[in-house]
């Protein structure tokens, strides 16, 4: 392995990629497509009143995953099998290359090509920024984490593609594999999630349950026939009402399945820098997906806890937030896991393939050509 | 370049090579010398393709050895991979890049520096006549266009020893007969040539050997020489203006003939020597003979012998 063989490798799938496919009118389209929901996130969310900048920047954000997950895995899940195809691949084995010089070629050359996508995302990031409401520290983070993760679908997709004979089945391979992250996780910690409820005794401090019973004379209407010397002003509880108390209901233990999650590059994606939650003057919560999925997946993980509820919500000090997940932002983030899991499979998948490419090859898979 | 005293060439000793319940390879031994150039010779899916994968670092032999240069391509792929240039049946190219880029791409592959490179490219495109196509994208290539650029791909690093799967396949009778030149100029430069082919005309005149193979196994070696041609058994056609009498004279004298399509008679003789006395005694006895010409050459005679059994 060599930096000299890496590039010989990468500068030929590029000039490949740029002359061949039709790798302009994807990048124009791209481009429009990010233009159009950038505008009108900004138009949607254009408040003189507010910074609109965090909601445009988890829009920005959750649409350039989203879409690099369905371009990206198309720049590796062929590259190897289709050359084998072209008999071309053979070609550089006889050479002085190895079979690293070629994964890790043609890995960088389908990063660069994904980093091209990120690149041409960027003006909408910047115009987020302007608008305010987000750092610039966040949208560096996030676009680091983005990088990382789209490098870790390469991988998959080369692996794929050494590990299949047409090229047909790797694609649907790694494309399965995507699904399984993005979708899989998911439904399998709403299918789980039910698994992990269960009745369970909880502390509560706030009204108990009872109160209104031992305090009928709030509610009960003044008997018949006598004239109310005033008006009954009704019993409200006050925060002097307020006590600890147990209560029966159901649980979820999301913290013993909240592992799931994380495997998930949207979620990876969204807790590495998640936008501020609103502050309490701004009374507006806006759209905010990214965050709300990093929010969601925090609280997954701290799941039930043995700490006291806290539903004692009475009275003038109190004030609701205009965001209920605005707690999340304080809890343990999770995406170092889903990072680090993404990281480890896809250096298992860079090492599977390399060890597919070796060659002379002893054992050949049903079904695939040498030269 | 080498060592003295480093052995050259290609060794394989008792080769086989299965896929799966599929024996490609049998058990396949030949010795190709430098500053010869050896024919490999044999019918479809007798092991001619595995072998050469397997002479190219590409493919492991389940048994026996081989040596290029006298180096283990299993174990030694690097110092095998600087020393052979492989064309391969079928050769592919990167359909986006013009032809002098494919070359350059490949020299950089073996670690030339690039205006070495430059250099040999432009001399290479002159010798395989692409050079007016040099700047063309590889796609617009014809099949004989390709081939020859698959040649100048095996040539780039200067190898030893150049192993060629049907290098004539798809070539126009001019391109066949500079391929010739070509294999006959790298044997005299002291390189060891492999060749495998079908068009045994050609190689006839251009190898030195031939190593004939049939359902993996070698038949035989056979020298490609004045000694060869001289004595073995040939067939020859004759085509007379008195095919009766003919037929008659050549029953009586026994000798082993069978008429073949267009009136003529093809005759079996064991040599030159013996195919000239029939000539003249035929002439003496007055049966009007218009032509006298061998119906195989050579090598096909010892092809044809050779995997007779094929059905």
Redesign the interface.
Known sequence: MSW??IQ??A??EL??RI??SRWAIVLGIWFAVIALVTVLSYWAMHDPQVDSGASMYDIVIFFVLGLGMLVVPSLTATSINGDRE???L?????????SADIVLGKLVAAWAIAGAFLATALPFLVWAWLEGGISLGRILLSLLVLLLVLAVVCAIGLMFSTLTARPVSSAVLTYLAMGVLVFGTVIGFGLTAFLVTQEETVSVYGIPDDWWEKNPSSIAPPPPGTEPMEPVAPLEPTRADCTTFDRRTTVAHTERIWWMLPLNPFVVVADAAPSKPPTQEEMYAGFTPMRWISAGAREARRGATDEIRQECNIGTNFQESPDPLADAAQREPVWPYGLGFLLVSGVGATLIANRRLH????R?P?GTR?? | MLTQGEPRGIEVAGVRRAFGNVLAVDDISLTARPGEVTALIGPNGSGKTTLLLMLASLLVPDRGTIRIDGHDPVTQPTLVRARIGWMPDGFGTWDALTVREVLETIAAAYRIPPDQARARVSELLQTVHLADLADRRARVLSRGQKQRLGLARALINDPGVLLLDEPASGLDPRSRIELRDVLRSLAAEGKTVLVSSHILTELQEVADRAVIVARGRTIETQQLDGDLVGAALASWRIDSLDPERLQGWLTERSVPARRVGGGLTEVEAAGEENAARLLADLVRDGIRVTAFTPSQGALESAYLAATEDRQ
């Open positions: 000299h063989g010989t490798v500068r030929l000039r490949q002359r061949a072209h008999g071309v053979a070609t550089l084995q006889t050479t002085l290359l190895t060659t002379p090859i002893r050949l049903n040498i030269a």
